[in-house]
């Protein structure tokens, strides 16, 4: 664990110094290239394009950056995590498996799936776990090209419950690419609230429509109605046996450290972190995940 902001600020000038070095020596070997090829340059271009290439990887993929991110999250991330919930697990290389969105069967999970800065804990009674998600789906354009885009990119909470829902419910938010909306035969319904504003925002999915209600009270439409307006990332939710999955598509990482050529200041870390905690701690108290209801 590291104890000093200065251990990190280290780190970052190792990772920083490592960029420079590269870069110089990319940017030398690209123009003696040139002047030695002269008209035969239009030949080496492949070449010269791989030695840049190889350059940039090796100062942008270096162990120095590795080891700057992993201070990092060790110093700002993990102790920022740890002043606001009861922490059970933190790792910023591991992420959320591809088989737990599959089995909620309300997402697309795309052809390239990756996950990271996994958290699990505890937030007033309320046991949690999230990590960023990155999915993107594969097309073909007419030349028969590969192209990926991303359909989400943001973070995947999973909220526990003693209490096992008896059927299942989608709420999602007009615009979130990689809904799967239920098909006819699933026996999912569509069903709309007395909001007129929820049903502008959100569209509502459910196995059965009478015990949604139960579920979805006028307060807590309300409160999701808010925070889809608050925040600019299209969003998901599905009730699934003892757990609420909720998907942010905002299209960011989470708990990032800054452009690696800034100075760091550590006021300024920690009030970004402690904004990357909120979105948690939000969802908890604005759905009141600790009520009755849920538990």
């Known amino acids: 664990m590291v104890t000093t902001f200065k251990e990190v600020e280290t780190a970052r000038q190792a990772y920083l110094k490592k960029i420079w070095k590269y870069c110089l020596i990319g940017g030398v070997s690209l123009v003696a290239i040139t002047i030695l090829s002269l008209g035969a340059f239009l030949v080496l271009w492949p070449a010269t394009l791989f030695l840049v290439a190889l350059f940039f990887y090796l100062a ?3 162990k120095e950056r590795a080891n700057y991110y992993k201070i990092y999250k060790a110093y700002f991330v993990e102790k920022g995590l740890r002043k606001v919930f009861e922490l059970t697990k933190y790792d910023h290389a591991l992420g959320i498996n591809k088989s737990v969105l599959d089995a909620v069967g309300m997402i697309n999970t795309g052809d390239r799936y990756s996950s990271n800065d996994y958290v699990a804990g505890r937030y007033k009674d309320a046991r949690f776990e999230q990590a960023d998600v990155h999915i993107e789906t594969e097309t073909r354009d007419s030349k028969g090209n590969v192209h990926y ?6 973070r995947w909470m999973i909220f ?3 209490k096992k829902f008896d059927f299942r419910l989608e709420v999602v938010e007009k615009g979130f690419r990689a809904a799967r909306t239920p098909k006819n035969g699933r026996g999912f319904e569509r069903v709309e609230v007395e909001s007129p504003e929820f049903n502008q925002l959100f569209r509502i999915y459910a196995e059965d429509g009478f015990e949604m209600f139960y ?3 006028p307060s807590l439409i309300h409160n999701i109605t808010e925070i889809g307006q608050k925040y600019k990332g299209k ?5 699934v046996d003892n757990k609420l999955h909720i998907g942010m598509d905002d299209r960011k990482d989470a708990f990032e450290p800054p452009n690696v050529f800034s ?9 970004k972190i402690s904004e990357d ?3 948690i701690t939000n969802f908890v108290d604005k759905l009141k995940l600790v009520k009755k209801i849920f538990q």
Not at 149 to 154: A, S
Not at 235 to 239: D, M, Q, T
């Open 60 to 62: 942008f993929g270096s």
């Open 149 to 154: 885009y991303t359909i989400f990119r943001g």
């Open 160 to 162: 526990e419950f003693p």
């Open 215 to 217: 579920l979805l009270d």
């Open 235 to 239: 969003l998901l939710l599905c009730f």
């Open 263 to 271: 100075k760091l200041n550590e006021d300024t870390e920690n009030a």
């Open 277 to 279: 905690m909120h979105l």
